[in-house]
């Protein structure tokens, strides 16, 4: 009982959390970049952050959780399974257009593409998402997949999700400081540089530590091995001989 | 069998990471940074990155994978507790010294400290850092501290240290990311920009990604539950009356 009452903390934490990045990541682009476009200006670039934040982080973060709340434990798993992929896939296509509007945004100004290390760690991020996504979709929604390859792919896919949302908080949070660095350099008009610490550089240096932050809990709610979903839990794994079927 | 088969190879994974890393953080400093001083200059700021990724990296990933060598399971505790304290020790003093070196230099620049948000992920690090090798000393290694507390302290030391370990990554991430771009800006003479990728900024985008698949192996570890030191598994500290000793 007591478990579950901190679980509910803990999730209320991450969905304030969730609130809080994103209301963050749009109040800056919104108030303080400008806006938004999808014209190849910065404004289109703007679109970048808000999605890549909203899908990568939150959603992603949000749809890895589902299976831990205790209320999902009675009922059948398929509508939840069907629900983690929706979500995760409204999380891919938001990623992939928040990539397309910085691309275009380059291409605009023929500015070249994935050089930085953020580019490295976000295009790694995205790609493994994408595949993580086809590969689960294949492995745990098709109703061919045999169980004995459920069974193998399921601590690939759990580890790997773990390794995406990782890669995608540290492209964040080098592309929040990259931005802040290009943007307040302090030498054109009424401009303060980053070193001030205008409102503009505390907005964004905040949602870094709000996007770690929900990183964590995500991390300690997906680790904590007593909020597992009851028939995915390791034992169950372990010792069910590998063509047994299970209630998957 | 298998499982600590797959332990060496993931600990001989993490060794030749680790080796991998400090590697190249000194011969980017030393080859393409110019080498290091302590006078001030940019040649003093070169022992930043080579101190906190060998310290708060390297060391401290290190030092925290120590327990599950499965080759310690049948020894008294107490020898390699104190070795966790002293590796420990080591890297906070390497981070502190690296700290310093930045300080230092931008005084002696007038640059204002911790403005960055990668400032404030890497002093959070540190200050959480200082703070666990404290707690952990006092509460695991002074023998008048009393079982029930070791018993509480326990779950919160693994789980800081783990934050721990992924702010600094976070941190190691950015802070690459921010001196590519300080320091490839393609406008002095000879210099080509970061955008161009030259040697340079593949060999620091690939310490970015050797520092990041370092940390997921530490993290793949320490979480795998049939790693864990015997006498450290969840069962036996959830099932232990609070106030009765146990082989800690």
Not at 8 to 16: A, H
Not at 56 to 65: P, S
Not at 71 to 90: D, E, I, Q, R, S
Request: charged share 10%; glycine share 8%; net charge positive.
């Amino acid at each position: 009982m007591r478990s579950i009452v901190i679980f509910y903390l803990c999730y209320l934490l991450c969905l304030c959390l969730s609130v809080a990045c994103v209301v963050c990541v749009c109040v800056w682009n919104s108030r303080w970049r400008g806006g938004f476009a999808w014209d190849g200006s910065a404004l289109q670039f703007n679109w970048h952050p808000v999605l890549m934040v909203t899908g990568l982080v939150v959603l992603y973060g949000n749809a890895a959780v589902l299976y831990r709340i205790p209320l999902t434990w009675g009922h059948n798993k398929l509508p939840w399974k069907l629900l983690h992929a929706a979500v995760m896939l409204l999380a891919l296509i938001l990623s992939i257009v928040g990539l397309c509007a910085v691309f275009d945004f380059h291409n605009a100004k023929s500015t070249p593409n994935l050089y930085s290390l953020h580019s490295w760690i976000g295009i790694a991020a995205t790609a493994l998402f994408a595949m993580q996504w086809v590969v689960g979709m294949g492995g745990f929604l098709l109703p061919c997949s045999p169980m004995y390859l459920r069974k193998l792919l399921k601590p690939v896919h759990v580890w790997m999700g773990i390794g995406i949302l990782l890669l995608s908080i540290a492209a964040c949070i080098s592309g929040i400081n990259e931005k802040l660095f290009f943007v307040l350099k302090g030498n054109s008009g009424g401009v303060q540089p980053y070193s001030a610490l205008p409102p503009e550089a505390l907005l964004g240096n905040s949602l870094g530590v709000l996007i770690f932050a929900f990183g964590l809990v995500v991390l300690k709610i997906l680790s904590n091995y007593e909020w597992q979903r009851p028939d995915s839990r390791p034992e169950d794994m372990a010792y069910t001989p590998v063509l047994q079927e299970e209630n998957e």
